[in-house]
C-alpha cells in the first residue's frame, strides 16, 4: 500500500510538472523535500531523548503499573469474554497504558503478546475474535496523553506556543476513542458470536501485578 | 472552554514532569537523574531512525506540491469543503492518516512549514496527526503477527474510528482557536 502511495505521489509530480513546464522547480523540491526530512528528525532528538528520559522514571517507579493497574475495571468491561485471570488481560493493560504515555515501540510488543494469548482462546485460528477486533479497535485510534512528536515539530517551525495542542489532541482523541469502542461494541452485539471457551491455565497466573512495560518482560 | 484546553494544554507537562520524578525519587528511592539518562540513550536512536522514512515521504509530498498537482487535486473538493468552513489543505491528510504514519507525519510537517504552526491549518494538522494511529499498519502489525487472515470487521471500525477523529479534529480546532 505505502509503495503505492510513495510511487503515485512522485509519478503524478513529474507528470505534471511536465505538463506546466515546472521541471526545474519539481527538482529543486525534491532536494528541499529531504533536506526537510532530515531537519524535521533531527527536531525530534531533543524531546525524544528528554521524554524517553522521563519515561524510564515512570517505568521503574511501577507508575506504568499502577496505569495499567487502573484500567483493570475498564478492560474487563471492554473484553467481556476474555477470562478474569488470562494472562491477555494483563498485556492488554500493559499495551493500552505504553500507548496513553505515547511509548509506541513499548505498547507494540505488549500488543502482539495480547494477541498471541487472544488466539489461544481463539476456535477458528484464521478468524479474528471479538476480543480481538475490540484491541484493534483501541488501537487505531490510540489514546495518547501527550503527543511528543508533534510538539517537536511545532517547536521546530517556531511556534509560539508548542504544546497549546494537547487539549484539543486529547479531545479529538477521545472523540476518536469513544467512536471506536461505540462500533465495535455495535459489531459485537450485532455478531452475536458464542464466547470462546478458553482451555484451563494451569497454574493461573495473574499478569496485572506484573510491572507495567518492564515488568511485562516477566509475564514473556 | 478556551480558557479550559490552553490550562489543560499548558499544565500537562509541567505536571507530569514534576510528578514523575518526585514520585520515583520520594516513594521508591530511585536514582531519578541516573534513570533519566539509562532512558534518555534510547531517544537518540529513535529519532534518527525516523530519517529514512520522513525524507521518503517528505521529497514526494514536497514534488507533490511544487509541481501543482496538490493543487489540482484541491481544487476538485475545495466548494464542499469551503462550505462547510473546513480548510481544503487538510482533506490529504485525512486520507494519508490511516494508511501510512511516515506520510501522514511528512505531510504534517508540510503543512507547518508552509502555513505556520501556529495557524488553523498548523493546528488542525498538528491535532489529526496526534489524535489517531495508522489504521492499516496496527492491523498489518497486529494481524500478522498471529497469521489471521479474515479480520471481520476490524478495518471497518478502524477507518470508521478515523472517519470521526478527523472531523472532530477540525471542528474542536475551528471551535477553540478559531
Keep these: ?220 | 472552554m478556551y480558557e479550559l484546553f490552553s490550562q489543560l494544554s499548558v499544565w500537562m507537562i509541567p505536571a507530569i514532569i514534576v510528578f514523575i520524578p518526585l514520585y520515583a525519587a520520594v516513594r521508591r528511592k530511585q536514582p531519578v537523574y541516573e534513570t533519566f539518562v539509562e532512558g534518555a540513550k534510547d531517544g537518540f536512536g529513535t529519532a534518527i531512525s525516523i530519517i529514512p522514512h520522513l525524507v521518503g515521504m517528505m521529497v514526494a509530498i514536497s514534488m507533490f506540491r511544487a509541481s501543482g498537482a496538490m493543487e489540482l487535486m484541491l481544487s476538485a473538493v475545495r466548494p464542499v469543503f469551503d462550505w462547510m468552513g473546513i480548510p481544503s489543505e487538510v482533506l490529504p491528510l485525512g486520507l494519508l492518516r490511516p494508511l501510512t504514519g511516515a506520510g501522514s507525519l511528512a505531510y504534517t510537517a508540510d503543512l507547518i512549514q508552509t502555513y505556520g504552526p501556529d495557524s488553523m491549518i498548523g493546528r488542525i494538522a498538528s491535532t489529526i496527526q496526534g489524535s489517531t494511529d495508522t489504521t492499516f499498519y496496527v492491523l498489518t502489525v497486529y494481524f500478522g503477527a498471529v497469521a489471521v487472515r479474515r479480520t471481520r470487521y476490524a478495518l471497518k471500525v478502524g477507518l470508521f474510528s478515523d472517519i470521526v477523529g478527523f472531523f472532530a479534529a477540525i471542528f474542536i480546532c475551528l471551535y477553540i482557536f478559531g
Excluded at chain 1, 49 to 73: N, Q
Excluded at chain 1, 99 to 119: D, H, R, S, V, Y
Design chain 1, 1 to 220: 500500500m505505502v509503495n503505492w502511495i510513495w510511487l503515485f505521489f512522485i509519478v503524478i509530480s513529474v507528470v505534471v510538472a511536465a505538463a506546466t513546464g515546472k521541471m526545474d522547480t519539481v527538482t529543486q523540491a525534491a532536494f528541499d523535500g529531504a533536506k526537510s526530512g532530515v531537519t524535521v528528525s533531527f527536531g525530534l532528538i531533543s524531546i525524544m531523548v528528554f521524554w524517553l528520559g522521563m519515561m524510564r522514571i515512570a517505568e521503574d517507579a511501577g507508575l506504568l503499573a499502577k496505569l495499567a493497574k487502573a484500567l483493570r475495571p475498564i478492560v474487563r468491561w471492554l473484553f467481556p469474554d476474555v477470562p478474569k485471570d488470562h494472562p491477555a488481560l494483563g498485556y492488554i493493560m500493559s499495551n493500552l497504558s505504553a500507548n496513553l504515555f505515547g511509548l509506541g515501540n513499548a505498547a507494540t510488543p505488549m500488543g502482539i503478546k495480547a494477541m498471541q494469548e487472544l488466539q489461544k482462546l481463539n476456535p477458528d485460528k484464521e478468524t479474528a475474535t471479538p476480543a480481538m477486533c475490540t484491541l484493534l479497535a483501541l488501537n487505531t485510534s490510540s489514546i495518547t496523553i501527550v503527543p511528543t512528536t508533534l510538539i517537536a515539530i511545532r517547536m521546530n517551525y517556531g511556534s509560539a506556543n508548542p504544546a497549546e495542542i494537547i487539549g484539543t489532541t486529547l479531545a479529538a482523541t477521545f472523540v476518536a476513542t469513544a467512536a471506536a469502542i461505540l462500533a465495535d461494541r455495535w459489531y459485537r452485539s450485532r455478531a452475536q458470536s458464542p464466547p470462546a471457551k478458553p482451555p484451563v491455565q494451569q497454574g493461573g497466573r495473574h499478569p496485572n501485578t506484573g510491572s507495567g512495560v518492564t515488568g511485562g518482560g516477566e509475564l514473556v
